[in-house]
């Protein structure tokens, strides 16, 4: 079983910054990176990281948002900086089983943004 725990999320003015944690626990899987769900929209991919390090981004988060990877803590990142009002949004962690390829998600992490 994979257990994917975030942490970060928070209230923080429009301009300011956080960064999100993602702890993975379990066996067989990989982390593919984060998605965020704001109220009455669907859940949307944010930031993708790839077993060699390679990473994409949303248009919207681009230049902005950065995903990163500490192998040796199975935890994944998101520094989120100057933050937007419509960053507002649940985020969660996403992972998925080597072999199963089911996926696995966190309990999500609340940011909201205030103007």
């Known amino acids: 079983q994979v257990q994917l725990v975030e942490s970060g999320g928070g209230l923080v003015q429009a301009g300011g910054s956080l960064r999100l944690s993602c702890v993975a626990s ?5 982390i593919n990176g ?3 769900q704001a109220p009455g929209k669907q859940r949307e991919l944010v930031a993708r990281i790839f077993n060699g390090g390679s990473t ?3 248009d919207s988060v681009k230049g902005r948002f950065t995903i990163s990877r500490d192998n040796a803590k199975n935890t ?8 937007k009002p ?6 969660y962690c996403n992972a998925r089983g080597t072999y199963t390829r089911e ?4 309990q999500g992490t609340q940011v909201t943004v205030s103007s």
């Open 76 to 83: 994944v990142y998101l520094q989120m900086n100057s933050l």
């Open 26 to 30: 379990g066996s067989s899987f990989s």
């Open 86 to 91: 419509e960053d507002t949004a649940v985020y």
């Open 56 to 58: 994409n981004y949303a």
């Open 103 to 106: 996926d696995y998600w966190g």
């Open 34 to 36: 984060w998605y965020r």
